[in-house]
């Protein structure tokens, strides 16, 4: 039996991406062995085809593979960490999506949970058998930093949003940010920048998905708002359908990230035909070709991004990545 190991997935892009899995490995018609992050057991929206349990965090999974150790011919992981042991008659894949184990943290990152964690991830890298990845650069850098002689593949899968069902013209003068509000996501900056932009232009809205369970930020968003800055924070959003509403309406993506494994948002907005102004870093490289790109490090860069979307004819942005999702499931079934 091949155990589907996703402890550690619970929102987000890991969330995106364990949604479309199921989905495809449900049409194998075969049955699967599924070990699910403990936060899904309250919202589980997964239609399974076979047997699956709940682990509550890293020890729970521990005692898991304690317990079944023998029990599967194949493991696919896609929380990034390897199991705790060696499974001696198992292939173990690692779908590896994560840079926050291999890059300094960011400035306001929990620097001490983030040293554990790389402490456990480089602990394990020898308990997996294959590292399979998003993107070539992600795969320099896993080369490079964990000396692996055993394959690295890239093999990106995405699933496209559905259109959705009602016409939307594009708003002018829209910037759309969807995603999370960890450190690394840039947001201050970017809001920053933004502000100063409306001061001197009195022109332009900023939409971003800020939740609650990032209070820090949150509260920044909220007095900005309570100035009147056009910001419209629509809070974490967990339907599809809305999500694809918004690209519908915005004229613009900018995407002020500081790292990312792949960066899906990107890929999505060429979907509704957005302008996409990102930063000048390989990752974005690695999916699209972006109408503007600038140092987002730099509160007046961003700036300059706002400022010229306002006065300049941009070229489109365009997609230069492919969905393997065939090729995916072929290696975890095979």
Same mark, same amino acid.
């Given at each position: 039996?091949?155990?589907?190991?996703?402890?550690?997935?619970?929102?987000?892009?890991?969330?995106?991406?364990?949604?479309?899995?199921? *989905?495809?490995?449900?049409?194998?018609?075969?049955?699967?062995?599924?070990?699910?992050?403990?936060?899904?057991?309250?919202?589980?929206?997964?239609?399974? /085809?076979?047997?699956?349990?709940?682990?509550? =965090?890293?020890?729970?999974?521990?005692?898991?593979?304690?317990?079944?150790?023998?029990?599967?011919?194949?493991?696919?992981?896609?929380?990034?960490?390897?199991?705790?042991?060696?499974? +001696?008659?198992?292939?173990?894949?690692?779908? $590896?999506?994560?840079?926050?184990?291999?890059?300094?943290? *960011?400035? =306001?990152?929990?620097?001490?949970?983030?040293?554990?964690? +790389?402490?456990?991830?480089?602990?394990?890298?020898?308990? %997996?058998?294959?590292?399979?990845? /998003?993107?070539?650069?992600?795969? +320099?850098?896993?080369?490079?930093?964990?000396?692996?002689?055993? *394959?690295? +593949?890239?093999?990106? $899968?995405?699933?496209?949003?559905?259109?959705?069902?009602?016409?939307?013209?594009? *708003?002018?003068?829209?910037?759309?940010?969807?995603?999370?509000?960890?450190?690394?996501?840039?947001?201050?900056?970017?809001?920053?920048?933004?502000?100063? $932009?409306?001061? /001197?232009?009195?022109?332009?809205?900023?939409?971003?998905?800020?939740?609650?369970?990032?209070? /820090?930020?949150?509260?920044?968003?909220?007095?900005?708002?309570?100035? @009147?800055?056009?910001?419209?924070?629509?809070?974490?959003?967990?339907?599809?359908?809305?999500? %694809?509403?918004?690209?519908?309406?915005?004229?613009?993506?900018?995407?002020?990230?500081?790292?990312?494994?792949? =960066?899906?948002?990107?890929?999505?907005?060429?979907?509704?035909?957005?302008?996409?102004? %990102?930063?000048?870093?390989?990752?974005?490289?690695?999916?699209?070709?972006?109408?503007?790109?600038?140092?987002?490090?730099?509160?007046?860069?961003?700036?300059? %991004?706002?400022?010229?979307?306002?006065?300049? @004819?941009?070229?489109?942005?365009?997609?230069?990545?492919?969905?393997?999702?065939?090729?995916?499931?072929?290696?975890?079934?095979?």
């Amino acid at each position: 039996m091949i155990l589907i190991d996703a402890v550690f997935i619970h929102s987000g892009g890991g969330k995106s991406l364990l949604d479309y899995l199921i *989905e495809e490995l449900n049409k194998t018609g075969q049955s699967f062995y599924y070990l699910f992050d403990s936060r899904l057991r309250n919202n589980f929206p997964f239609t399974v /085809q076979g047997q699956y349990e709940f682990a509550d =965090g890293f020890i729970q999974r521990c005692c898991f593979y304690n317990n079944h150790k023998n029990k599967f011919s194949k493991v696919f992981c896609l929380g990034n960490i390897p199991p705790h042991i060696r499974l +001696k008659k198992t292939n173990v894949l690692m779908y $590896f999506h994560s840079l926050t184990y291999l890059t300094p943290p *960011e400035e =306001g990152d929990q620097k001490f949970m983030n040293f554990i964690k +790389k402490k456990v991830f480089f602990s394990l890298v020898s308990n %997996a058998d294959q590292w399979l990845v /998003q993107t070539e650069s992600v795969k +320099k850098l896993l080369n490079a930093k964990i000396n692996t002689q055993k *394959e690295i +593949k890239v093999v990106p $899968f995405f699933k496209l949003l559905t259109p959705p069902d009602v016409n939307s013209v594009k *708003e002018p003068d829209t910037f759309l940010y969807l995603g999370t509000a960890d450190p690394h996501k840039n947001h201050k900056r970017l809001i920053d920048a933004f502000c100063l $932009f409306y001061d /001197q232009y009195k022109k332009g809205v900023l939409i971003i998905t800020v939740g609650n369970q990032y209070p /820090q930020i949150y509260k920044y968003v909220e007095n900005k708002i309570k100035k @009147n800055y056009p910001i419209r924070n629509l809070g974490y959003i967990n339907d599809k359908r809305k999500v %694809a509403l918004e690209y519908t309406r915005s004229k613009f993506v900018i995407f002020p990230s500081l790292k990312e494994s792949f =960066g899906l948002p990107l890929v999505e907005s060429l979907q509704f035909n957005c302008k996409i102004l %990102a930063a000048d870093l390989d990752y974005v490289k690695q999916v699209c070709h972006p109408s503007y790109q600038f140092d987002p490090r730099s509160t007046e860069q961003i700036f300059n %991004a706002f400022e010229k979307a306002l006065n300049g @004819n941009f070229p489109e942005s365009k997609s230069i990545i492919n969905d393997k999702m065939k090729e995916m499931i072929s290696i975890i079934v095979s």
